[in-house]
């Protein structure tokens, strides 16, 4: 019976895979330096690792914000994909960590089983991401520079790059699998082991990767080699030790805000104020406000709904 219910985690994790699995090796295969199919499968496979190894944190803090019946966490699940495609449709950055929660919190709230403790540490750890994620580019920008720019030969810049672009792309779709699998099956976290939560949550998000990632993977490729190689691969190792950080805590967060703030710290590093698009800015604020609140009010609304007529 609970198969039926999975069937739109799945589809979330899918939808997660083919949009947040871009982050990660977008610079490196719009460079040549992996291709495409390589690199989507070197992803899913270290996304799997990610959630198998490091997930069950998330999990345990998405599980204790409230408590679930097995239609309660569909509707969560359900209300968050939708809230992402609205937001995605307007043109504003959304995040399925906030997504998740708010739809999860909307319920919560009618049923008055809000852990409210839990509420506060993930919104810390929300505002922390991109302010966490320049400092981490800032510095590493620095301290992998010093050291790069000693390297003579032109022959071995560009390979040291490959090398890195590579690793770190490996390094990100762990840490990525590690943060977001709990947006995935967090809410049914309840119903079945972390081991199998993080199994089809890892598996759903690595079938998106390398179903359907490759538009948007250049894309946000193009994006972030605006900066140059060396700035836009800093980018990414920002991005995955942010997240891996927060994986660690048990808090899932935004890869796509993290991306953002890591590409400000890179470029604040190099001298370079340009790379920080107010426009960019104002969206990602905006849709850090609304995703969580939209996702909320749907989540509420359609539970409230159906209560009236079924006993939920």
Known sequence: MIIVYLVPVIFFGWS???????????PTVINGIIK???????????????????????LE???????????????????????MTIMTYIGIPASSSQAMMGSIIGIGLLKSSVDWSVIIKVIIC?????????FFAFVLYKTIGYFFNKIPSIVGKNMLL????????????????????????????????????????GLSIGFGIISYSKKVMYTVGKSIVQLDYFSSVISVFALSFTLWIFALIGVPVSSSQAIVGAVI???????STHTINKKTV??????????????????ALIFFVLSLFFKL
Do not use: H
């Open 265 to 271: 710290g890179a470029g604040l590093a190099r001298g």
């Open 36 to 58: 495409y199919r390589n690199a989507v499968l070197i992803s899913a496979g270290f996304v799997l690792l990610g959630a198998m190894l490091d997930g069950r944190k998330g």
């Open 282 to 299: 104002k969206k990602i604020s905006l849709g850090w406000l609304s995703t969580p609140l939209i996702s909320g009010i749907f989540s």
């Open 61 to 83: 803090t998405l599980s204790a914000v409230s408590s679930q019946t097995l239609v309660s966490a569909t509707i969560s699940v359900i209300c968050a994909a939708v809230s």
């Open 16 to 26: 997660l895979g083919a949009n947040d699995g871009a982050n990660v090796f977008g």
């Open 126 to 134: 929300w505002i922390a991401t991109p302010i966490g994620a320049i």
């Open 162 to 201: 490959k090398i890195m672009g590579i690793v770190i792309g490996a390094y990100g779709s762990y840490a990525l699998g590690a943060n977001n699998v709990a947006n995935v099956t967090g809410p049914f976290a309840e119903f079945l082991d972390f081991e199998m939560a993080a199994l089809i949550g």
